[in-house]
């Protein structure tokens, strides 16, 4: 997707999964772990960088 294309960049909300209060709070989780996945590797590369 276009999102993909932009390292650190996640959206969430409504809009994307289903109106509900449920889906939203999923929405946002997911994004948050796609977020710390990122930069959890981030981290990685600069600790194994010389």
Same mark, same amino acid.
């Given at each position: 997707?276009?999102?993909?294309? !932009? ?9 994307? !999964? ?5 889906? *939203?709070?999923?929405?946002? #989780?997911?994004?948050? #772990?796609?977020?710390?996945? #990122? ?5 990685? #590369?600069?600790? *194994?960088?010389?």
């Amino acid at each position: 997707s276009a999102i993909a294309a !932009h390292s650190g960049l996640a959206l969430a909300g409504n809009a994307y !999964h289903g109106v509900g209060v449920p889906q *939203c709070i999923q929405s946002g #989780e997911q994004a948050a #772990e796609r977020i710390a996945r #990122e930069l959890g590797a981030r981290i990685a #590369e600069r600790r *194994c960088a010389p």
